[in-house]
């Protein structure tokens, strides 16, 4: 039994302090952004520049990180249009950091949300593509389709993300793996869909009807497409979902469940309903993004969406999985993105960048024992050190 | 024992497949005909490009057992395939020069790439304790954006130049052989490796002490810590082969392709995934792995060339998804897939 449960550490990071934690996210934030200024200022030796950034020891840099940071902050948030940009990955990514933390609450690691988001901006995209047509294109039509369309979402990204929580409580299948190969699975059904069926068949490209004027969220910020709406409603849903968790018996019977199914069961709860409970709403939630995605961002499905539910496992173990540390981590992650742009045309330095930080703030935040070994060396010793057992 | 259910389990399978493929043939209108069509397609040079799509599949797989059997779930599989197939372009293309010595140098260039990040990775899992899924997965993003940026910073675009690919050996003696000679033993070095790799695998982790110790460290490390053996450094083992077995995998895609692509999933294209499939669909038999993984690229080799093929209308996609279902199915349906009871948790020697 023990053998299923990828995560002794999963235990230790929902047991160790807030302070601890808030510690930890911001030693790995700093270590990525070390990691990352050296990774840009080696590569700065290999690549080809007209005018290298600076010149040490006769060795031409074509990258200067102070630079990269500089410009990264100035291209999150340097005007108001790039602020636009930033809160609106922010908003989609409260969203899945959401998903991915409610899930880790209960000891699931949904990596799944990726697929979830794909099939519910797919729902989104397809009821708004059916029903608009016989609705007023007024603002009664967005006061009808808009919850519609986000309503379609959930019940899919629910659904989607219930399966593998079905596997999981009576199959004994686990969810780490299942929800892997749905991702694949989701993309590679939601492109046949579209590309042979539900398309739009009048393009090349693999991607339904853009959906009406009216059926799209207003732009808050001239110049960008941030709606201030899914920001709120994003804040919204971490203040209820810590509120579900901290306030209710329901929450407390999701979180038992998938940590100690055993505990669950003989205090009278059922774990496997709760387990598939856990995974149908961190589903849901993947699923809202992808609504958001569509009424917000592209106003449309199209194949190879953007990442964001894999950025939502980035925000969520930032956060901690904690609801409300899924605020900061959102707008962290939203910034990187936001910035990515940024760097790539005022510096020349490939965007793809960001998504290594990503990375390297996931590792770090993974190993906490590496802050405490270095804690234990500096004299700083947290009291006890060990938590594991 | 446990060996020949396995086997029995994988026949199973097998057969499975097969009747919902006739299954399939006979209830969908017009699919025999595309059958018929389909199975003259099958040649020696189908068979040759299904070979060459297995090893970056059967690599990961085989790998993954070694790191898992272990104790340590290593799921950066995919990871470590995109940092050897990119390293091992980049190696190629600053040596320059052709031959198969030179790129002989470039696919070990690439294993060691692949070694490095596993170090990492194994430290961190090991030393530093650190979750070893989001471990993992770590590795996975990481690489997923340092393939392309590297590109970037040395062509100035996600694609690599090309450098050229792996020519095709012919061994002497078995190459005459016939039928089997002309798909077997006359190919890429990278293909020879795997068709090694598979015996070599199994002996390894079923003959010989070192598997025994290896077993022992992911079912039950105490005792094998008991019995005098450091279970620390039998888990290193375990996660360096797998790293190991990704840089074979990874470089020899990417030389046998002669180039690196770093757009959306790269090169790779989710063959790590497939390859951790796999051995769970073999239950962590190296010989089973590598059937499934030839299965499963001998049906991304049909979709290549039923593109060719007038009158046929199958989604590739669809066909690319079928490895997924699978190991849904396997996982949900069929017998318990047993994870070794002490993989994922580290071990605290009592010294």
């Known amino acids: 039994m023990s053998g299923q449960d990828p995560g002794g550490l999963l235990d230790r990071l929902v047991d160790a302090t807030v302070i601890e934690r808030i510690v930890i996210s911001v030693a790995s934030l700093l270590f990525a952004v070390v990691v990352g200024g050296v990774i840009v200022t080696v590569s700065g030796t290999v690549a080809t520049c007209r005018e290298p950034a600076f010149v040490l020891a006769d060795r031409e840099f074509c990258y200067d990180p102070i630079e990269l940071y500089r410009t990264l902050f100035d291209g999150a948030f340097g005007s108001l249009i790039n602020l636009g940009l930033t809160l609106q990955e922010t908003s989609i990514l409260l969203f899945t950091g959401l998903s991915v933390a409610v899930a880790f609450r209960a000891g699931l690691f949904n990596i799944g949300t990726q697929g979830q988001m794909v099939l519910g901006a797919l729902g989104s995209a397809l009821t708004i593509g059916w029903v608009a047509p016989s609705l007023p294109g007024n603002i009664a039509g967005t006061l009808v389709i808009v919850p519609l369309a986000v309503l379609v979402a959930t019940v899919v990204g629910g659904l989607y993300g219930a399966l593998p929580g079905v596997m999981k409580a009576y199959a004994d299948a686990h969810e780490v793996i299942t929800t892997i190969m749905l991702n694949f699975v989701a993309m590679g059904v939601a492109f046949y869909l579209v590309r042979n069926h539900v398309g739009d068949m009048t393009t090349d490209s693999v991607q339904t009807t853009p959906i009406p004027e009216f059926a799209r969220l207003s732009p808050t910020i001239d110049g960008t497409r941030f709606s201030v709406l899914v920001l709120l409603f994003g804040l919204l849903a971490a203040a209820l979902i810590y509120l579900l968790y901290e306030r209710t018996v329901v929450g407390y019977d999701l979180r038992t469940s998938g940590l100690a199914p055993e505990a669950a069961d003989y205090g009278g709860v059922d774990a496997k309903r709760n387990i598939v409970g856990s995974m149908s709403l961190s589903g849901a939630l993947g699923g809202i993004a992808g609504a958001m995605y569509v009424l917000m961002v592209h106003y449309r499905w199209e194949t190879d969406m953007p990442a964001l539910g894999f950025d939502g496992i980035a925000v969520s173990i930032l956060a901690g999985n904690n609801p409300l540390g899924v605020i900061p981590a959102a707008l962290l992650f939203g910034a990187l993105k936001g910035g990515s742009l940024q760097i790539d045309f005022a510096l020349g330095i490939p965007p793809e960048l960001v998504e290594v930080l990503r990375g390297f703030i996931i590792l770090f935040v993974a190993m906490p024992e590496f802050f405490r070994m270095i804690g234990n060396y500096a004299g700083y010793g947290t009291e006890g050190g060990e938590t594991d057992g | ?351």
């Not at chain 2, 910073?153 to 996600?158: A, G, K, L, R, S």
């Not at chain 2, 990704?246 to 020899?252: F, Q, S, T, Y």
């Open chain 2, 1 to 351: 024992m446990a060996d020949q259910r396995t086997v029995r389990r994988t026949a199973g399978i097998v057969a499975g497949l097969l009747i919902a493929l006739v299954f399939l043939l006979v209830i969908v209108p017009g699919a025999l005909a595309i059958g018929l069509k389909l199975l003259g397609i099958i040649d020696a040079s189908y068979a040759r490009s299904a070979l060459r799509l297995t090893v970056p599949i059967a690599f990961a797989g085989m790998g993954g057992i070694f790191a898992e059997k272990s104790g340590v779930i290593n799921i950066g599989l995919e990871g470590l395939l995109i940092i050897s197939a990119f390293s091992a372009i980049a190696v190629m293309w600053f040596i320059g020069g052709g031959g198969t010595g030179a790129r002989m140098i470039a696919l070990f260039g690439g294993v060691l790439a692949s070694l490095v990040v596993t170090l990492l990775f194994a430290i961190i899992c090991i030393e530093f304790k650190a979750d070893q899924i989001i471990a993992g997965l770590a590795v996975w993003l990481i690489a997923l954006g340092f393939a392309p940026f590297g590109s970037i910073v040395i062509w100035e675009t996600v694609n690599s130049d090309s450098v050229g690919s792996f020519d095709s050996l012919a061994m002497p003696l078995l190459s005459d052989v016939p039928y089997v000679g002309d798909v077997l033993f006359t190919a890429t070095p990278p293909v020879f490796l795997m068709l090694a790799a598979v015996p070599f695998s199994w002996y390894l982790l079923n003959r010989t002490a070192f598997g025994k110790h290896l077993q022992a460290s992911g079912e039950d490390p105490r005792t094998l810590d008991t019995a005098g053996v450091s279970v620390r450094k039998v888990r290193y083992m375990g996660v360096l082969l797998s790293g190991l077995y990704c840089g074979i995998g990874g470089a020899g895609l990417a030389l046998n392709a002669g180039q690196f692509a770093g757009g959306g999933e790269t090169i790779t294209s989710g063959r790590g995934w497939i390859g951790l499939t796999t051995y769970l669909i073999a239950n962590y038999n190296p010989v089973g792995a590598f059937l499934a993984s030839f299965g499963f690229a001998g049906l991304d080799a049909l979709q290549l060339q039923i593109q060719g093929v007038p009158g046929v209308e199958l989604s590739s996609t669809l066909i690319e998804i079928i490895p997924y279902v699978a190991v849904l199915v396997v996982l949900a349906f069929v017998g318990k897939t047993r994870m070794p009871e002490s993989a994922g948790e580290h071990y605290e020697s009592e010294e």
